[in-house]
C-alpha cells in the first residue's frame, strides 16, 4: 500500500482502551488494530489514522449542474474526485462499485493536493467537487485540497449524506467549505431502516452549513415503494421550507436499479410521473425552486422565475442552454431576486444538447 495514503486522523479520542472516531456521526469505539464501520480508519497502536487520504478511486472534469447544484455558480466546471467506502448502508446506492468496495482502499491513483489544485488549472475548472463516495471520508484530505483551492481562487463543495460530526462540519468549512448538496433520503424510520442513520442528524448539519455560510442544495432519490409517498415527500419539502427556507433548492431525482435493488423483486426505475408528483408537492409546500433530475430534457430541469413564471436558466442535462438572470442576480423581466451564489460573469451557455451520463472516469488521461 502507498504510504503517502496513510495519514493521521485528525478527530478523534481515547474511551476505554479504544479509540473513538469523531469524523462521522457514527463514532465508532475502535480497539487497538481494528477498523472503524467504514473501514477508512484503523486504529495502529493506539493512534487513528486515516487509510485513503488522496487515494482516488474517481476523477472526472464535470458542470456543476451534475452535482446537482443548479444555483451555484451555474455553467462553472468542477474538478470532481472521489476514493472508496461510505458510512452509510443504502441498498440501492448508486455509485456501489466505489462505496461497497471497501476492499479496494489503497488501489486508487494517488493525488496530491498540489497536484489535485494544478489539474483543477489546467483542466479550466472554477473550483472542486468532492463527490461519488462520501466525502466525510476523505475530511483529512479534502481540508488540505480546499486550502490550496481557496488560495488560488477556487469554490469548493462537497456532495454528502450529511453525516459528518459537528467538528469535522466545521473544520471543513473552516478550511473553505462553500456548497454542499445533502442527500435527504426519507424520513427518519426508512434512513433507520435502510441506511442504519439517524436523519435528524442531516437535517441539524443541512441547518448548521447553512448557518456558518455555506450554499445548501438538497437533493432525494425518489425511489418507488421508499420514499416516493405524498406524506414522505411533503414532509422532506416541508422541513426545507421551515428550516433552511424557501429558496433551497430541491433535487428530485430519477433511481435506476443498482447494487442490492438490482432484480426482480426490487423497485424499478423511478416514473417521470413520480418525479413530477414530487415536484409539484414542493412547490405546493412554498419551495421556490424544485426540479426533476436524471430526466434530460424534461421541463423542470429549468429555473423558472418565482414571480413571473419566466424561464431564467434553461437546462439540457446537465448544459445550460439559456441563461437570462441579470447581472444583480434579478428577473429581467419582473425584477425578482433570485437565489444565486455567483452571477451571470462566469455562466458558459452551450448551443445542442451535450451527453449526460454517469460518472466518467479521466483518471488515466489527467494522471
Ligand atoms: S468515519 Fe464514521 S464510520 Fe468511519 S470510522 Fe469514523 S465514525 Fe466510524
Ligand atoms: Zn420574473
Known sequence: MNEKIIRQALLHEQVDGKLRCNTCERNCEI????????????NIGGKLYTLEYGDISSLSVNPIEKKPFFHFWPGSRALTAGSWSCNFTCPWCQNHDISKSPQK?????????????EMVQRCNCQGTSLSFNEPTLLM????????????EGYYN??????????????????????????????????????CNADVDKVWRNAIKAKELGVWVE???????GINDSQECLKGIAQRIKNELGDVTPWHVTAYYPAYKFRDEVYPSPTPVSTLEKAQDIGKEEGLKYVYVGNVPGHPYENTYCPGCGKILIERYG??????EIT???RCPTCHQEIALIRGASSVRVQTGKSET????NDLSALG
Open 31 to 42: 480497539p487497538p488494530g481494528k477498523l472503524g464501520f467504514c473501514q477508512t480508519r484503523k
Open 105 to 117: 482502499i489503497g488501489r486508487g491513483k494517488y493525488i496530491s493536493p498540489i497536484t489535485f489544485i
Open 140 to 151: 483529512e484530505y479534502a481540508i488540505d485540497v480546499f486550502d490550496l483551492a481557496k488560495e
Open 157 to 194: 463543495t462537497y456532495v454528502t449524506n450529511g453525516y459528518m460530526t459537528l467538528p469535522a462540519l466545521k473544520l471543513l468549512v473552516d478550511h473553505g467549505l462553500d456548497a454542499m448538496n445533502i442527500d435527504v433520503k426519507g424520513e427518519a424510520e426508512t434512513v433507520a431502516e435502510f
Open 218 to 224: 438538497i437533493t432525494t432519490l425518489v425511489i418507488p
Open 318 to 323: 446537465f448544459s445550460l442552454t439559456r441563461y
Open 327 to 329: 447581472p444583480d442576480k
Open 357 to 360: 451520463g454517469g460518472r466518467k
